[in-house]
């Protein structure tokens, strides 16, 4: 156990993080984004699993880490062959391990915040070596509080045997411990947002892979300790920020979930609770998130003026964060709307407006949580424009593309967007190509558990019925009609 504060040495001042202009340089005229996707294409090609993106590059560049763990290590040593980790500007592992001197009743090496190599079975955290002299908690200045804190460990990173309901998934701890929220024997500090931050990217992460179903009936154990996390309070204002858009962001996350899982209710209900903590706090790119996707949960569920609504409240609160990208996808929410309104001019215009602001390309300023919206998304959500008007042929031409365009490792859309092209095939009078297709959709299945998309599927089944004797799709139906049925 630490020594008592009245014991404990006064902390040291903490000095500004020494920003990292050697690889700032190696990025060059990159975006931080283009520079992420760069590293998690380096990654793949040596087997490694990081989940880089422009936040974190933004991090090591203002000398937030001062050393990558052991995943980024190999892939910036991939990346840049030849050099160092001194050379990328980074301070050797060893000075910011954090060890100390320890006095006669404490245990060495109780205060190694972490593990050596990547722990939890995982190698894609944002966790990376702390830098020591930044990390300490508002309230206690010892050594321990650059531990992740009690309750979001346990909600987010213990690999113990909990499963995601689906064993594909493996294991991912979002086991909760009631009576660690309950004590809230300190106030959270920087160390519990970022954990909050990383268990989003995690279930995205997820999500991206597998799909939402098995991952829903896990990931309201997290969202509670996060809001747990709110009801402590945190001393300085600026981690507070960040605790209140960390929470907000999972609650999303955990609605989308729902959404996607069909649980059309339950969504409404955490995005609605996002948005009341987003105007809260006054946090436009929070409030603009929710929106967003409250008008594709509108949407879907049959209210295609809500959506309209809701994705033109959301441009007007998102204009001002200068992200051309974030623009051009609610420009997209608001044509599915239009198109669900049976309103062709409108979704058109709609439509073109999403191109246009696609085309300036990615920035600094894109929202972190829009790294699934690419060109294949863009054609993706085009192609469910289309087919909501009847277009099927235009339909399939951008649900083929999408699917083309997609990155293998997203399995879950690349379930979706072939789903997609199924159906239009298959209500275009195409039922041979629709039931191939329909076929590769059947192959992902059992890495991919999406509602969504088996109810896709089941309507394209239906379609393709009174064409058994159509090249492969009575091979399609009776598999079909095999897969077990979700509850």
């Known amino acids: 156990m630490a020594s008592s504060e009245a014991t404990s040495s006064p902390p040291m001042p903490t000095p500004p993080p020494r920003p990292n202009l050697a690889f700032r340089q190696l990025r060059g005229r990159r975006s931080p984004a283009e520079f992420a996707a760069a590293v998690r294409r380096a990654a793949r090609e040596i087997g490694e699993r990081v989940s ?13 880490i001062r ?18 980790l001194t050379d ?37 955290r944002e966790h990376d070596e702390p830098d020591v002299h930044h990390a300490h908690h508002e309230n206690h200045p010892t050594y321990d ?67 939402a179903d098995g991952l829903y009936r896990r990931a309201s154990a997290p969202l509670r300790a996060a809001y747990a996390l709110l009801d402590a309070g945190a001393t300085r ?44 706090t006054g946090d436009d790119a929070l409030e603009a998130h ?33 992200s051309a990208r974030l623009m051009s996808l609610l420009a997209l929410r608001e044509a599915g709307g239009w198109a669900g309104l049976a309103d062709r001019a409108g979704c058109e215009q709609a439509l073109a407006r999403a191109q246009a602001l696609f085309e300036r390309g990615p920035s600094d300023a894109d929202p972190e949580w829009m790294s699934f919206y690419g060109e ?52 275009g009078g195409r039922p041979d190509e629709a039931a191939a297709a329909g076929m590769r959709v059947l192959d992902l299945l059992d890495q991919v558990q999406s509602s969504r998309i088996q109810t896709m599927l089941a309507g394209t089944a239906r379609v393709l019925l009174p064409h058994r004797r159509a090249t492969g799709v009575s091979g399609f139906l009776e598999r079909h009609a095999s897969l077990p049925r979700t509850a």
């Open 237 to 280: 204002q600026a981690t507070a920020d960040r605790l209140h858009s960390g929470a907000g962001e999972l609650a999303i996350s955990v609605g989308w979930l729902a959404h996607d899982s069909g649980r059309f209710d339950d969504a409404r209900s955490h995005y609605a609770e996002a948005l009341a903590t987003a105007r809260m």
């Open 376 to 427: 294949a998304e863009l054609e993706g959500l085009e192609a469910q424009c289309w087919s909501t008007l009847g277009d099927w042929r235009r339909a399939a031409r951008h649900a083929r593309q999408a699917a083309r365009l997609q990155d293998p490792h997203f399995s879950r859309n690349i379930a979706l967007y072939t789903a997609e092209l199924s159906d239009d095939l298959a209500r």
């Open 145 to 211: 509080n650059y531990e992740e804190s009690d309750v979001l460990r346990r909600a987010f990173m213990t690999g113990g045997g909990a499963t995601v309901a689906a064993a594909s998934l493996g294991p991912i701890g979002l086991a909760f411990d009631a009576a660690a929220a309950g004590r809230a024997v300190r106030r959270p500090g920087t160390s519990d947002a970022y954990a909050l931050e990383d268990a989003v990217r995690r279930i995205r992460l997820l999500d991206d892979r597998h799909g």
């Open 290 to 322: 929710a929106f967003c996707n409250t008008a594709f949960l509108a949407r879907d569920a049959g209210r295609p003026r809500e959506a309209v609504r809701a994705a033109q409240a959301a441009q007007r609160v998102g204009r001002p964060l200068g």
């Open 67 to 84: 050393c990558p763990n052991y995943a980024y290590e190999r892939v910036f040593l991939h990346m840049f062959p030849g050099r160092t």
């Open 52 to 64: 880089c993106d422009a936040r974190y590059v933004g991090r090591v560049e203002a000398g937030e």
């Open 88 to 124: 990328l500007g980074f301070a050797p592992r060893s000075s910011v391990r954090g060890r100390r001197t320890h006095t006669a009743d404490e245990t060495p090496g109780a205060y190694e915040p972490y593990e050596r190599e990547e722990p939890y079975g995982t190698q894609d």
